[in-house]
């Protein structure tokens, strides 16, 4: 991200990019801005998007080298192609002689650093991995527009507007855009103005609602639930968002028992290094073979819904309450 940083910075630019990695809102923002370096706002006769796995890699290469259309440069870009974990061998030997005039903007989530094609931009452009941002990492990215906007927040408040509103940097910018309009005219944004505006994320409405079950805490488990069913969210749904919770706390359990630390715990279960810290806290309340047990519940009241032996809202209620009736040491 650094090399990229100063590429855009002294307008010295590769002719290939690749933009990798998890975190959506890094992907968009350095498609924006090295959109907006290399081609003059408006010039769409020089600007080419592609997007998903059938694109056409004769037309992309034919395109590569027409001349810009009284222009310095033609920028290329190709969003989602799957490129990097296919063959695309005809693009990957093109990229090794690419035309002075055309630039070439991949953006892609998942890449295998052993294709032609990761390889052949490693070797004559640049790759950029944009991964989930840590928590030390999105704090700091977070008091930066605190400051901006003249504005103060506690670590208490920080902590919580993260617990509420998850990790994902577009909703937090989102959110904070709100939050500072709600404080227009004072300086410190507190914990009960986040709450006030702030929309909590069902992700955390689970870990909630699972905090309750396992702190033995039936009456705010099922008002989580209920003020969930209020939201309209249905009750399958959210039966489905509890068991994927439980299953991942199973799964954290078992890397934990495996001596992983929490990098590499995220990394291994697919979720945000915030998210797994989380995990690995709340896994301490259960043990593994109760887990199993939670799961192989989950799918009995999801069997007897489909079966018609109970309602969806009332199964949800009776799991909830089944797990949630005693507290835990």
């Given at each position: 991200?650094?090399?990229?940083?100063?590429?855009l910075?002294?307008?010295?630019?590769?002719?290939?990019?690749?933009?990798?990695?998890?975190?959506a809102?890094?992907?968009?923002?350095?498609?924006?801005?090295?959109?907006?370096?290399?081609l003059?706002?408006?010039?769409?006769?020089?600007?080419?998007?592609?997007?998903?796995?059938?694109?056409?890699?004769?037309?992309?290469?034919?395109?590569?080298?027409?001349?810009?259309?009284?222009?310095?440069?033609?920028?290329?870009?190709?969003?989602?192609?799957?490129?990097?974990?296919?063959?695309?061998?005809?693009?990957?030997?093109?990229?090794?002689?690419?035309?002075?005039?055309?630039?070439?903007?991949?953006?892609?989530?998942?890449?295998?650093?052993?294709?032609?094609?990761?390889?052949?931009?490693?070797?004559?452009?640049?790759?950029?991995?944009?991964p989930f941002?840590?928590?030390?990492?999105?704090?700091?990215?977070?008091?930066?527009?605190?400051?901006?906007?003249?504005?103060?927040?506690?670590?208490?408040?920080?902590?919580h507007?993260?617990?509420?509103?998850?990790?994902?940097?577009?909703?937090?910018?989102?959110?904070?855009?709100?939050?500072?309009?709600?404080?227009?005219?004072?300086?410190?944004?507190?914990?009960?103005?986040?709450?006030?505006?702030?929309?909590?994320?069902?992700?955390?409405?689970?870990?909630?609602?699972?905090?309750?079950?396992?702190?033995?805490?039936?009456?705010?488990?099922?008002?989580?639930?209920?003020?969930?069913?209020?939201?309209?969210?249905?009750?399958?749904?959210?039966?489905?968002?509890?068991?994927?919770?439980?299953?991942?706390?199973?799964?954290?359990?078992?890397?934990?028992?495996?001596?992983?630390?929490?990098?590499?715990?995220?990394?291994?279960?697919?979720?945000?290094?915030?998210?797994?810290?989380?995990?690995?806290?709340?896994?301490?309340?259960?043990?593994?073979?109760?887990?199993?047990?939670?799961?192989?519940?989950?799918?009995?009241?999801?069997?007897?819904v489909?079966?018609?032996?109970?309602?969806?809202?009332?199964?949800?209620?009776?799991?909830?309450?089944?797990?949630?009736?005693?507290?835990?040491?």
């Amino acid at each position: 991200m650094k090399s990229l940083n100063e590429d855009l910075k002294s307008g010295q630019f590769k002719n290939i990019y690749l933009l990798y990695g998890e975190e959506a809102y890094l992907k968009k923002m350095y498609k924006d801005r090295l959109s907006k370096a290399l081609l003059p706002e408006g010039d769409t006769m020089n600007y080419a998007y592609y997007e998903g796995k059938h694109v056409n890699i004769k037309e992309v290469i034919d395109l590569a080298e027409t001349v810009p259309f009284f222009a310095e440069r033609r920028l290329i870009v190709l969003e989602n192609t799957g490129f990097f974990k296919s063959a695309a061998t005809d693009l990957a030997d093109y990229l090794k002689e690419t035309p002075d005039t055309t630039f070439f903007l991949f953006i892609e989530t998942e890449v295998d650093k052993r294709s032609k094609m990761y390889k052949a931009i490693k070797n004559h452009g640049r790759a950029v991995e944009l991964p989930f941002q840590d928590e030390a990492t999105l704090k700091r990215w977070i008091l930066g527009f605190v400051k901006r906007e003249d504005r103060q927040i506690t670590e208490k408040a920080l902590n919580h507007l993260l617990n509420k509103v998850g990790t994902d940097m577009e909703n937090i910018q989102k959110e904070l855009e709100k939050l500072f309009c709600y404080t227009l005219g004072r300086e410190e944004i507190t914990v009960a103005d986040i709450d006030a505006v702030c929309v909590t994320q069902i992700t955390n409405h689970i870990f909630e609602m699972i905090n309750a079950v396992a702190d033995g805490n039936q009456r705010k488990a099922l008002s989580l639930y209920y003020d969930l069913l209020a939201l309209r969210e249905p009750p399958m749904r959210i039966l489905y968002l509890m068991t994927r919770q439980f299953r991942l706390l199973l799964q954290v359990k078992d890397l934990q028992r495996l001596g992983y630390a929490q990098k590499e715990i995220a990394s291994r279960a697919g979720i945000h290094p915030f998210a797994a810290k989380k995990c690995m806290g709340q896994t301490r309340y259960f043990g593994t073979s109760e887990l199993r047990t939670i799961l192989e519940e989950s799918a009995r009241m999801e069997e007897a819904v489909k079966t018609g032996r109970l309602t969806d809202t009332l199964s949800v209620e009776i799991f909830i309450v089944k797990y949630s009736s005693r507290a835990r040491a």
